[in-house]
């Protein structure tokens, strides 16, 4: 198994006034050489934006973009007249494709929101822009993984261009969980969101995260109640 650890207090940190955003990986003025992506998992943004606020319409391209609210919601707006809220328990996912023009913005006026923005390069270039959200019962993932992202076309999930499952959990203290590849050759990135576990030898607990490749399966115990995000990737070099 090889390894790498990401400890939340070692992410880069932009306070912009109107965004606080934590960054995991590389990207606008953080720059860390050894820190530039996990696989296909480019960029895991942790941010919060005040009320009224947002990002204006910019663009994106060959890029899968993922946005999880954590509390609060978002406005999405995009060149395709798409109006989108999306709620704590969404998940939204954006394929950039051949190119497309979006703003994200804070749905409230006056309360923050939180969320998670990731972004993966994409399985195939040049697609047609797509966007999709859903709604997750968050009972889903109590004491057990609630996968959420899939490449599979279902029900169940949303679907990404490219061989990568996310999956929520929410585990109350003492259980353990063994997780193994989706695919032979993926590896897996644990972000923790709240509580402790101890996963791959490491203690992790908020915001911490750990990434693994090259494993056969990755135990995962809950040390005290903890929910997290599990990202299962292919290892890109």
Known sequence: MKK????????????HGWLQSFHTFSFAGYYNPERIHFGALRVLND????????????????????SIPLSGALEHKDNTG??????QHDVQIMSAGSGIQHS?????????????QIWLFPKQKDITPRYDQKTFDPEGRNNQLQTVVSPEENDATLW????????????D???????TPKL??????LLVLKGKVEAGGEVLENRDAL?????????????????????DVPMLS
């Open 4 to 15: 790498v650890i990401h400890r939340g207090n070692t992410r880069g940190f932009a306070d």
């Open 47 to 66: 941010d919060t934006v005040k009320g009224g606020m947002g990002f204006g319409s910019h663009p994106h391209d060959n890029m899968e973009i993922v």
């Open 82 to 87: 798409r109006h989108k809220i999306i709620n």
């Open 104 to 116: 994200e913005f804070n749905a409230s006026k006056t309360e923050p929101v939180k969320f998670l």
């Open 160 to 171: 990404i261009n490219q061989d990568a499952w996310f999956s929520l959990g929410k585990f």
């Open 173 to 179: 203290k003492d259980r353990t969980i063994s997780y």
């Open 184 to 189: 032979e050759g993926n590896g897996a990135y």
């Open 211 to 231: 990434g693994v490749s090259e494993y056969g399966s990755l135990d995962i115990k809950v040390l005290e109640d903890a929910e997290f995000l599990l990202m």
